[in-house]
């Protein structure tokens, strides 16, 4: 039950594109299509931007988009806005019923 | 649409227990499985216990093992989570979620664990 891997911090200016990644292991990430991304402003319910590692639910702007890579997740957001500064948090399926979560990273947008 | 409304959060003192409640609607409860997850203050989110559909299969984080009981009763649309021997590293808010497809959380409901 360890944590997924996600860097503490990661920065952009408006208009530039940024990728966090969110590294597991053959168990979770690498082992099942079913990582999600998620948003939260301070103070806030974590909004889910993608699903089943590529999906988009209605009402997420296109500029979000998910990929992986053997062991390795990655969300990246095109046309960074103002608005996208908040937690970005990744989740994996990790077999049996259970769930791991990154420890979250903060964009700051420049 | 879809919802998930928790309740039973509050103050508690180390050792006490609590019970928390999660009403599911908009959606075939009884197909999903379900969990809790919770947040720390100024923490990451974490994965404490998880329930299949006829809740045959049930599993829980290390932290919360021996612990925390998660039951539901797809009759009422409705999961739980009791909260025994809490101790201070409890104090979060607790979400109830449905994290497999189309993930769906709820609001969230506040336990602090404190003497």
Redesign the interface.
Known sequence: ?S?LTQPRSVSGSPGQSVTISCTGTSSDVGGYN?V?W?QQHPGK??K?MI??VT?R?SGVPDRFSGSKSGNTASLTISGLQAEDEADY?C?S?AG?????????TKLTVL | EVQLVESGGGLVKPGGSLRLSCAASGFTFNTYSMNWVRQAPGKGLEWVSSISSTSSYIYYADSVKGRFTISRDNAKNSLYLQMNSLRAEDTAVYYCASLIQQPKWGQGTLVTVSS
């Open positions: 039950q944590a079913y999600s998620y319910v974590p889910l699903y089943d999906k639910p948090y989740c399926y049996s019923y259970t769930w791991v979560f990154g420890g979250g």
